[in-house]
């Protein structure tokens, strides 16, 4: 990658973005994952690991509202040092329509490498070797690396329609998926010899559905939120609101259930896209629409959760 040239699913990288398509960061910061409309998921991985961000105030900038009603300017025109060059190490193409969402596992399964560019005698750096993608064909993918290289290693099926986005809990043992079926299911890895007996292929871990929130959306869900503070799950509705889930205390763990807390029927006068949860606040929650705002909202989690 260098600059705005770069050329990746048969379309230039601005168009790329302006098409919807996504981009995650894992971890390390060391990878990038890219997906479009093309039905193909990259993999990205630097060669240079640094990534300098200067601040400059541009023509027009954007504008926040917080809940209060007032109005906040955000400057920014984030640059890329010339030097860092990031190599495709990866192209796949286990999807066949459109790939809709990338999430990296937050910690699972890390490999070590030499990382020279950290300091003068070198630190180890670990990278997660779990990637979901998410897609128009209902279905979710996990990849994992194999040597050089990355393959499909599992694919959860169960939406009945385009499956929007992902998220992985604080443990990364489940995963959500939130669909155009208007769902949200949850998804539970199980190990090779698990104590369930659920089958596995050789050394794979299998997923499985353990839970399917229904019946509380009215219209697709473009976006989930697993908060990694909390365990709140947010979503983001097409009827223009937001919703926050919580597990039952006292759930089966391989049955779970989880309850309503918050539900904030006009968070926005059109549809929402986005929901994100602050990695460092508990409870704050940021949210996009198609109304052209950005809100902040502060949950609290109920007593007895």
């Not at 300098?52 to 027009?60: A, F, N, Y």
């Not at 559905?209 to 909390?230: E, K, M």
Request: proline share 7%; glycine share 6%.
């Amino acid at each position: 990658l260098r600059d705005s040239s770069v050329i990746a699913h048969e379309v230039p990288l601005p168009t790329l973005l302006f098409m919807g398509a996504k981009l995650a960061w894992a971890p390390s910061g060391n990878l990038l994952a890219t997906c479009s409309r093309d039905k193909s998921v990259w993999v990205w991985e630097g060669e240079s690991r640094s990534l300098q961000v200067d601040w400059e105030p541009p023509d027009t900038p954007l504008r926040v509202r917080d809940r209060v009603g007032s109005w906040v300017p955000f400057f920014f025109s984030p640059t890329v040092d010339e030097e860092d060059e990031y190599e495709c190490v990866s192209v796949l193409n286990s999807h066949t329509q459109d790939v809709k969402h990338v999430v990296w596992h937050p910690s699972q399964e890390v490999r070590f490498s030499w990382a020279w560019w950290c300091m003068p005698l070198g630190l180890l750096s670990l990278f997660p070797q779990l990637l979901a993608s998410a897609s128009y064909d209902d279905t979710v993918k996990l990849y994992r690396e194999e040597e050089d290289d990355w393959v499909c290693c599992a694919t959860l099926e169960g939406h009945e329609s385009t499956v929007w986005s992902l998220a992985f809990d604080p443990s990364g043992q489940r995963l959500a998926s939130c669909s155009d079926d208007r769902t949200v299911r949850i998804w539970r890895q199980y190990l090779p010899g698990n104590e369930q007996g659920v089958a596995c292929s050789g050394s794979d871990p299998s997923w499985k559905c353990i839970c399917t929130l229904s019946g509380f959306h009215s219209r697709t869900i473009y976006d989930i939120a697993w908060c990694q503070l909390t365990g709140a799950l947010a979503t983001a509705c097409g009827d223009d609101a937001i919703r926050v889930f919580q597990e039952d205390p006292n759930s089966d763990p391989q049955q779970p259930t989880f309850s309503l807390t918050a539900h904030l029927h006009q968070a926005h006068s059109q549809d929402v896209n986005c929901v994100a949860w602050n990695p460092k606040e508990p409870g704050l929650l940021a949210s996009c629409s198609d109304d052209g705002e950005v809100a902040f909202w502060k949950y609290q989690r109920p007593e007895g959760l």
